[in-house]
């Protein structure tokens, strides 16, 4: 591992996170690693998220995919990406089991998975992903197939998405819940779709704030009915 870049990056990444609210001095951190257990293994094997609190919002980040891997000596921030969700609603003081830990570390655990997540986003701007709702711990976003859609990379004025890292640019990568309507209209007109709904949620304002029971967004600008009968033409 590049020792140098990964301190710098620890200093980075804590500036970031920093100025994006009032963060949390400790992270939630698993008290065995994943990784011996099965799971995947982040570039510098630590998994961490980091809490930051605003006065109307809490936000969960991943602390960790930017880290430089442990077994290679050039400098490099890791899969050149951190995964963030938002939040207005009350999630309550218990972080680490709620819904937003479970959707933040679960979209963290794909991204490794994948590797490639951040080239995705960098080509695209915006992607979507179905995840197992109880393997997830998501079911109150599920739909009828206990799928969960999200969209990841939409972006927001004020919250940078593209970051300067001590190796390499990193991408802050925000995490939305789709409504079962949303999954299927994006999974049915595939691009398109996806970056219909990714305007959407900029000119409605809603942005990756994610909101629980949430009306969908197809619904409030009637573009659900515009979709059956395209369908069928």
């Not at 870049?5 to 996170?17: A, G, M, P, S």
């Not at 003081?93 to 479970?102: G, M, P, Q």
């Not at 963290?108 to 951040?118: I, K």
Request: hydrophobic residues 40%.
């Amino acid at each position: 591992m590049n020792t140098e870049v990964y301190d710098k990056t620890n200093i980075v990444r804590q500036e970031l996170f920093s100025s994006l609210g009032a963060l949390d001095s400790d992270v939630i951190a698993p008290l065995i690693n994943p990784f011996f257990m099965g799971g995947p293994k982040w570039p510098a094997l630590r998994q961490a998220f980091s809490v930051i609190r605003t006065e109307n919002s809490i936000k969960i980040a991943s602390t960790g995919l930017s880290d430089p891997y442990d077994d290679i000596d050039e400098p490099n921030n890791g899969l050149k990406l951190e995964i963030i969700a938002e939040t207005k609603e009350d999630i309550g003081n218990d972080i680490s089991n709620s819904w937003l830990f479970r959707l933040v570390n679960a979209i963290s655990q794909q991204a490794v998975y994948s590797g490639q997540m951040a080239e995705f986003l960098a080509k695209y701007g915006v992607i979507t992903m179905d995840i197992n709702a109880l393997d997830n711990g998501l079911e109150d976003f599920q739909d009828e197939n206990g799928i969960v859609g999200v969209i990841i990379g939409v972006e927001h004025p004020s919250l940078p998405k593209k970051i300067q890292f001590p190796a390499e640019e990193i991408i802050l990568a925000t995490v939305q819940i789709l409504t079962p309507d949303e999954l299927k209209y994006v999974t049915e007109i595939r691009p398109e779709g996806r970056n219909y709904i990714h305007n959407l949620m900029k000119q409605s304002g809603l942005y990756h704030y994610v909101t629980p029971n949430r009306v969908s967004l197809l619904k409030a600008n009637d573009k659900k009915c515009w979709w059956k009968i395209w369908k069928k033409s």
